[in-house]
């Protein structure tokens, strides 16, 4: 799996757009990002996933650049309830089965009220 | 509700004593995952299960040993050859459509503190 590099922390203002980076420069072609959260003592949740075109769901948005060496999950509304540590994971599908997950360090977002 | 069980929420153990970790789910999952958590880290992969009855090593699976028998339960059970074994324990799974993007559903998480 590419390895991925995540800035350690990041404040947002709730009510504001946060934009949470991810650098991915050994993609290879067959290789999704996906990421995840964790709020603190809590299991992670799957966010989104995307190949190269950029996704939309009822919880974020992921942007994928054109050479797909980057990329920036979205969460358009911070709230509080959204601080949590983001992973953003590179890897491609499973094929057949289904193996686990490669988790780093993750990006530490904070709301601030 | 459907979901993963894992219980208890805190366990604490002697030293030298092995233990067991529950992971339940109705799900109806296929997969199911051990992943070990220190603070301030990433998940790191124990051990997991693509079907019934069989089983495979992650990445740090030395001093851990899991079973398979249901569908629906994947115990793991830290022994006392695992050197440093207090963390934090989340069990995981996905169905095989799911699996294709890499989707896992996690449970709650068992935090267990070796005295």
């Known amino acids: 799996d590419a390895k991925t590099t995540q800035p350690p922390s990041m404040d947002c203002a709730e009510g504001r757009a946060a934009n949470l980076p991810c650098n991915h420069s050994t993609i290879s072609g067959n290789e999704y990002v996906y990421w995840y959260r964790q709020i603190h003592s809590q299991g992670p949740q799957y966010i989104i996933h995307?190949?190269?075109n950029n996704e939309t769901n009822e919880m974020a948005s992921l942007i994928i650049t054109e050479d797909r060496k980057s990329s920036t999950l979205i969460l358009p509304h911070a709230t509080l309830r959204d601080t949590a540590v983001y992973y953003c994971i590179v890897r491609a599908y499973s094929g057949g089965g289904a193996d686990g997950l490669t988790f780093g360090k993750g990006t530490h977002l904070i709301i601030q009220p | 509700d459907g979901g993963i069980t894992q219980s208890p929420k805190y366990l604490f153990r002697k030293e030298g004593q092995n233990v067991t970790l529950s992971c339940e789910q109705n799900?109806?999952?296929?997969?199911m995952y051990w992943y070990r958590q220190d603070p301030g880290q990433g998940l790191r992969l124990i051990y997991y299960s693509q079907i019934v009855n069989d089983f495979q090593k992650g990445d740090i699976a030395e001093g851990y040993s899991v079973s398979r028998e249901k569908k629906e339960s994947f115990p793991l059970t830290v022994t006392s050859a695992q050197k440093n074994p207090t963390a934090f324990y989340l069990c995981?799974?996905?169905?095989?459509?799911?699996?294709?993007?890499?989707?896992?559903?996690f449970g709650p998480g068992t935090r267990l503190t070796v005295l």
């Open positions: 995307g190949l190269k």
């Open positions: 995981a799974s996905s169905t095989p459509t799911r699996a294709y993007i890499n989707e896992q559903f």
């Open positions: 799900l109806n999952h296929d997969a």
